[in-house]
């Protein structure tokens, strides 16, 4: 199975931390975010991998190469401009296409002991259009899921704003953990083009009938590493065995 790791970000919520490096190369205990996600992804099995770049893209690429990639089998995507999630996964589809009926799409800024091998089962098993890691904690945007955990809409906090693709009495909210698992089908369902979120194309997809699924991660650790003090936090957790690296 193929992966996309999303590592193209500016990193301003990781400021200073990413004054003079992009926010994949930020350490936690000595270990860059890259590294602790291509080693999570490479225990799992995975060997070929593509990482969208953008910011210090070249200190990203020198990094890799000094590390001979991990022992992986690596693709960088370039991106002159962010493309956000859907914009920067659609330019990195020719690597994706050529694999799998189905791939694995990561952000590089969450850490987590997430069992993908049972996401992944759950995936086959429900033979949706793309399933996602969710947790019920508190966050400013929630994705909302019909009483079968299929994605209806979405919910953001500080616009005080809903949007339903299907009538839904009583949807569960959720929190998005930045781990995918797609169906290699959606690639070319995306419509889309330029700059977008993926969010844009699961909503549509979810209002035309299309199946998009919550995984309930809520029994593992997962820890957003978007701030610093989140980066300091989350090697508290390490220091205290919360999680293994």
């Given at each position: 199975?193929?992966?996309?790791v999303?590592?193209a970000?500016?990193?301003?919520r990781?400021?200073?931390l990413?004054?003079d490096?992009p926010?994949a190369?930020?350490?936690?205990?000595?270990?860059t975010?890259?590294?602790?996600t291509?080693?999570?992804?490479r225990a799992?099995?995975?060997?070929?991998v593509v990482i969208?770049?953008?910011h210090f893209?070249?200190?990203v690429?020198?990094?890799?190469k000094?590390?001979?990639?991990?022992?992986?089998?690596v693709?960088?995507?370039r991106?002159d401009?962010l493309l956000?999630t859907g914009?920067?996964l659609?330019?990195?589809?020719?690597?994706?296409?050529?694999g799998d009926?189905?791939?694995?799409?990561?952000?590089?800024?969450?850490?987590?002991?997430?069992?993908?091998?049972?996401?992944?089962?759950?995936?086959?098993?429900r033979?949706?259009?793309?399933?996602l890691?969710v947790q019920?904690r508190?966050?400013?945007?929630?994705l909302l899921?019909d009483q079968e955990s299929?994605?209806c809409?979405?919910?953001l906090?500080?616009q005080?704003?809903?949007?339903m693709?299907r009538?839904v009495p009583n949807?569960?909210?959720?929190a998005?953990?930045?781990?995918?698992?797609?169906?290699?089908?959606?690639l070319?369902?995306?419509?889309?083009?330029g700059?977008?979120?993926i969010?844009?194309?699961y909503?549509?997809l979810?209002?035309?009938?299309?199946?998009?699924y919550?995984?309930?991660?809520d029994?593992?650790?997962?820890?957003?590493?978007?701030?610093?003090?989140?980066?300091?936090?989350?090697a508290?957790?390490?220091?205290?065995?919360k999680i293994?690296?």
């Amino acid at each position: 199975m193929k992966t996309m790791v999303l590592a193209a970000g500016l990193g301003t919520r990781l400021r200073p931390l990413t004054n003079d490096r992009p926010k994949a190369l930020v350490e936690i205990w000595g270990r860059t975010l890259l590294e602790i996600t291509l080693a999570r992804l490479r225990a799992f099995g995975i060997q070929q991998v593509v990482i969208n770049v953008h910011h210090f893209a070249d200190r990203v690429v020198e990094y890799l190469k000094a590390n001979n990639n991990f022992g992986m089998d690596v693709e960088i995507s370039r991106e002159d401009v962010l493309l956000d999630t859907g914009g920067g996964l659609k330019k990195a589809a020719y690597f994706l296409r050529d694999g799998d009926e189905a791939f694995l799409l990561h952000n590089v800024d969450v850490i987590s002991d997430i069992d993908l091998q049972r996401m992944v089962e759950f995936h086959w098993k429900r033979g949706g259009l793309a399933t996602l890691a969710v947790q019920e904690r508190k966050t400013s945007r929630y994705l909302l899921f019909d009483q079968e955990s299929r994605l209806c809409g979405r919910r953001l906090e500080r616009q005080n704003q809903t949007e339903m693709v299907r009538s839904v009495p009583n949807p569960h909210a959720f929190a998005f953990c930045g781990i995918h698992v797609i169906s290699t089908c959606f690639l070319d369902m995306m419509g889309k083009e330029g700059v977008f979120s993926i969010m844009d194309p699961y909503l549509r997809l979810a209002g035309q009938g299309e199946s998009i699924y919550a995984f309930r991660a809520d029994e593992y650790y997962w820890h957003d590493l978007g701030k610093p003090e989140n980066i300091r936090q989350a090697a508290e957790d390490i220091a205290q065995k919360k999680i293994v690296l």
